[in-house]
């Protein structure tokens, strides 16, 4: 697969957007993340913590991991001591794990956190619904929390083509985002991001206000889970 051309198309289509790129790495072996990583690309998510950590090992380190897919509570040790950002935060248990893992871990820089919230209306996704996510938010849990920063919003939209569907659920997040921004991080600059659009929807997610898109194949080309 041409990585580079494809990193390069979709820098060029961001430009003057204010969005960002996560290359999404999962299934791809170490040797191809670094074609991208060569190509100039930092940003990658995976979405399961033991490839992750193997990933973390095996790269440079000055590349930013960002977890996107679903976090266990007794799995948040095997990465607190260097991602980035956990994007898939969807329970107030799981921040908590994350809160205390990153305090003993004594990193210099809190580990970011996205709350990720259903949009779609499948129900196998993960994510808290709006209410939820306020609930977290007001709790004295979260107010004792020193050890990581909520930086934004993630949400996976529904997997269809029709586009009046994948607005409306884009749109629904950014509304969350700007009711939670206004709401609790009015002065705070470190609440910025909302992490929507793949593959299939980036163009349609970055219309609906997207900061930073998840794109995977649109990279690395067709996922093989049979080598898996
Ligand atoms: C796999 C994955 C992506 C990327 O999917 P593509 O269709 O390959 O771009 C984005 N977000 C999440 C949460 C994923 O699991």
Excluded at 62 to 89: M, R
Excluded at 185 to 214: H, P, Q
Aim: net charge negative; aromatic share 10%; proline share 1%.
């Amino acid at each position: 697969m041409p990585i580079a051309e494809n990193l390069h198309y979709f820098n060029q289509q961001l430009q003057g957007t204010g969005c960002r790129i996560v290359a999404v790495s999962k299934t791809h072996t170490a040797a191809t993340i670094k074609e991208a990583y060569d190509a100039g690309q930092r940003i990658f998510g995976e979405n399961k913590v033991q490839e992750l950590e193997e990933k973390y090992h095996q790269l440079p380190h000055d590349i930013e991991w960002h977890l996107i897919g679903h976090l266990q509570t007794n799995k948040v040790k095997y990465i607190a001591n260097f991602v980035d950002t956990i994007q898939s935060v969807d329970s107030l248990k799981l921040l908590q794990e994350i809160n205390k893992r990153a305090e003993q871990r004594n990193r210099t820089t809190p580990i970011n956190c996205m709350l990720q919230i259903s949009i779609a209306d499948e129900e196998t996704k993960y994510g808290m619904n709006y209410e939820e996510a306020v609930a977290l938010l007001q709790s004295d849990e979260y107010r004792q929390m020193h050890y990581i920063r909520i930086t934004g919003v993630m949400g996976i939209a529904t997997n269809t083509d029709d586009e009046t569907k994948l607005r409306q659920e884009f749109r629904y997040l950014k509304e969350c985002f700007t009711k939670i921004k206004d709401t609790f991080f009015f002065a705070n600059e470190d609440f910025k991001e909302i992490s929507m659009g793949m593959t299939s929807d980036w163009k349609l997610a970055i219309e609906e206000g997207s900061t930073m898109i998840r794109v995977g194949s649109g990279i690395f080309g067709a996922r093989d889970y049979s080598k898996k």
